[in-house]
């Protein structure tokens, strides 16, 4: 009798398992860097124009798999990144050339490398949109010509810039990391077009590849404590959950967190003709969960120093540092630096930045020129803005809901210029919301969670909410950090702490220049600011006070409420009154649900059925990476096999009697291959149950014999088949 091999385990369908897993895990790594390219281009581009480029590079992939060999792909995708090299090219400004414009690109290129943030970049949308082709169309394209590995190692590597640009986020990052583990390991098993096995030092290439990724995911999630230990590399500003190292922490961007405390550390002293607020920097570009200052940083010259637009007052102060300390106040805006104990380069927005941390005792003096102009100045300034201005000041990410723009609209309906808009948002915000730093992070965008579903929140989120919303009318503004003006020890002398760190906003006016509007309570933020100085001296806590600071002493924060340091006098009776007016009338509470968080299902008052709560994204996202990485180690390491034999022993699925019987006879062959021995090549079936000698076996053959080469058995047969292998199986194989 002819053998008939039954080794095997049954293949359901015509389905290749590993080489569509092969082809889904590069997928998987492609679309991980496709997120970040989407958020970028959410952020600061034209999400519609992407989606349509990524989509005919995925169709333009499919139907060159089918027609071109690698060498063409490759010759199309170095096309494609010229054609997107020149359309950046084309998107710069008239006035750059291209001779001007390479050096900065290559700049900016070593900077990506060593963490400048794509967002950093002006075009950063057309940036996104010119380099998502290529790498796109050949990744897609070797994973369908089954070379996974391949395509594999291009989604890693773009994903790979991405994770040193600092723009992937963790679990976008593990996730591709997963990708790229999983193409190596089912592209093993599914073998190349020529069915030979997979090089394993390419392997092993790729699975480094992924390992680099997913350390440097870890790396980004460093936990706090230890970031705290390192202090210097928040420039000097010891714990990370503090508003200071929020606000100040970073030079390049500003990420708005949930709750926050207070230092009380003095940071420095400054000796000037006037107080004001010892501006830091000052961010462009609202991402909808933060803010990033563009633009490049240049070496200080005294010529980059310009004087504001408008009539200023010359202003000169020195600032002596208590402690170890990252950035350079300075009262806007800084024309020139006098002296100081280490170098500077010049942010885009003209800030200041030592090249090196100042130490204790250190110190530097600049110059500033002051704006000045009146109330009435101001109204007439009309909105005749600088293109530069007003195309990168009045930006908004595409994610932004229109009823942020459409309540603003409504609260601000019967101001007539851009000044008396902006004096209204000012104070309906400091009027309509409270003053707390014990928040939650709300979910979506921070101006919209704050307009409609949280009643209460910090100075970033007041500053953050104003910007937003003078943007929607068309007004120039940006968020900007600093101090305010901390106690004032001596008519030129104030000392400056910890919490004295504020966010506020700057309004561009033609002719006039930036000027400052802050919507954050000063009373309520003053109070909190001074019993947290007075818990600290309680407490004997060290650096509270100097030799000018005590607790006899009041140490008031300057606000715009007094109107003692703003370029801008506050509203005063007789003045403009139907800013009080309009703002009172316009108060509006929060959304039905908002409790001081976003993102709420309701209160309990409702009826009906509530969904659950889901997850925060980035936990639905480490799931599905653990889920994934689950399937593939089990697929690679032969747990998957194991627990499908498992199934298939104890549940077998029903057909026709003749495939029962076939399968009942498998079942029963592979539990006595296990048990005894397997069936030798030149075995037959009933040669080998003959050897085994087991009744059912014995049985469960012959009507396998019969099905298999006569097609002749009952139902009833195959029934009883089906339960002689339900028996052996039960047994694990003892004779009977």
Not at 287 to 297: C, P
Request: with cysteine; charged share 20%.
């Amino acid at each position: 009798m002819a053998r008939v091999s039954t080794r095997a385990l049954p293949v359901v369908g015509r389905v290749d398992t590993p080489r569509l897993l092969a082809t889904a895990a590069v997928g998987v790594t492609v679309v991980a860097y496709l997120s970040v390219l989407a958020y970028i281009v959410t952020v600061a581009g034209e999400p519609p124009r992407f989606y349509a480029v990524v989509a005919a590079s995925f169709v333009a992939a499919t139907l060159l798999a089918r027609v071109a060999r690698p060498r063409v792909a490759t010759l199309v995708t170095v096309g494609l990144l010229a054609a997107g090299s020149y359309y950046y090219f084309a998107t710069l400004p008239a006035s750059v050339s291209l001779a001007d414009a390479v050096g900065p690109m290559v700049a900016d290129a070593v900077s990506m490398l060593s963490g400048l943030s794509i967002l950093r970049i002006i075009n950063a949308g057309t940036w996104a949109l010119a380099i998502a082709p290529a790498p796109t169309l050949l990744a897609w394209y070797l994973a369908l010509r089954r070379h996974y590995l391949a395509g594999a190692g291009v989604a890693g590597a773009t994903l790979g810039l991405f994770v040193l640009t600092g723009d992937a986020a963790p679990a976008t990052t593990l996730i591709g990391a997963v990708g790229v583990a999983g193409a190596a390991g089912f592209g093993d098993l599914a073998g190349d077009p020529a069915g030979v096995e997979v090089d394993e030092g390419r392997r092993d290439v790729l699975l480094g590849l992924g390992g680099i990724v997913a350390t440097a995911s870890v790396v980004d999630v460093v936990p706090e404590e230890l970031l705290r230990e390192a202090g210097s590399g928040l420039g000097g500003l010891a714990g990370s959950g503090t508003t200071e190292a929020n606000l100040l922490g970073s030079a390049d961007s500003v990420e708005i967190s949930g709750s926050i405390e207070l230092s009380p550390a003095v940071r420095f002293a400054v000796e000037s003709d006037e107080g004001g607020y010892w501006r830091v920097g000052g961010f462009d570009r609202y991402t909808g969960g933060g803010w990033v200052r563009t633009g490049e940083t240049r070496p200080y010259q005294e010529t980059q120093l310009a004087p504001p637009v408008g009539a200023d007052r010359r202003v000169e102060q020195t600032y002596t540092m208590e402690s170890s300390f990252g950035n350079m106040p300075a009262l806007w805006k800084p024309a020139r630096i006098d002296r100081s104990d280490t170098g500077a380069d010049v942010h885009s927005d003209g800030s200041l930045q030592p090249i090196r941390n100042f130490r204790a005792d250190e110190s530097y003096t600049v110059v500033s020129r002051r704006p000045v102009a009146t109330p009435g100045q101001l109204r007439e300034a009309g909105r005749d803005y600088p293109s530069a201005v007003e195309d990168r000041h009045t930006a908004l990410p595409r994610n932004v809901p229109d009823r942020v723009e459409e309540r603003t609209s409504r609260i601000t309906a019967n101001a007539t210029n851009p000044y008396d808009t902006a004096r209204v948002v000012e104070q309906w915000l400091s009027n309509n919301r409270g003053y707390s730093l014990d928040v939650s992070r709300p979910g979506g965008t921070i101006a919209d969670a704050f307009l409609f579903e949280m009643s209460e929140g910090y100075c970033t989120y007041f500053a953050t909410t104003m910007a937003v919303m003078l943007r929607t009318q068309g007004i120039p503004a940006r968020f900007v950090v600093g101090y305010t003006p901390g106690e004032q020890v001596d008519d030129e002398r104030w000392v400056v702490r910890g919490l004295d760190a504020h966010a506020w906003v700057e309004v561009y006016f033609p002719e006039h220049g930036w000027h400052r509007f802050d919507p954050t309570p000063a009373a309520p933020r003053q109070s909190t600011e001074q019993s947290r100085i007075d818990e600290a001296r309680a407490a004997d806590v060290e650096s509270v006070d100097t030799n000018e600071t005590g607790p006899g002493t009041p140490t008031p924060t300057a606000g715009p409420s007094d109107g003692s340091s703003t370029e801008i006098p506050p509203v005063t009776p007789g003045t403009t009154p139907d800013i009080e007016q309009i703002a009172r009338r316009q108060a509006t509470p929060p959304e039905p649900g908002g409790n001081g968080t976003a993102g709420g299902s309701g209160g309990s008052d409702g009826g009906g059925f509530t969904l659950p709560e889901l997850p925060p994204r980035e936990q639905l996202a480490l799931g599905a990476v653990v889920a994934l990485g689950a399937v593939a180690g089990a697929r690679k390491s032969g747990v998957a096999g194991w627990a499908y034999r498992e199934v298939w022993l104890r549940r077998q699925p029903r057909s026709d009697p003749v495939t029962d019987v076939q399968g009942a006879y498998e079942r029963i062959e592979y539990v006595f291959s296990r048990q005894t021995r397997p069936r030798a090549e030149e075995e037959t079936v009933r040669q080998y149950v003959e050897a085994v000698g087991d009744r059912r076996a014995r049985r469960a053959a012959e009507l396998y014999e019969r099905a298999t080469y006569a097609g002749d058995v009952t139902a009833a047969e195959a029934d009883e088949a089906v339960a002689l292998a339900d028996s052996v199986v039960a047994n694990r194989g003892r004779r009977s």
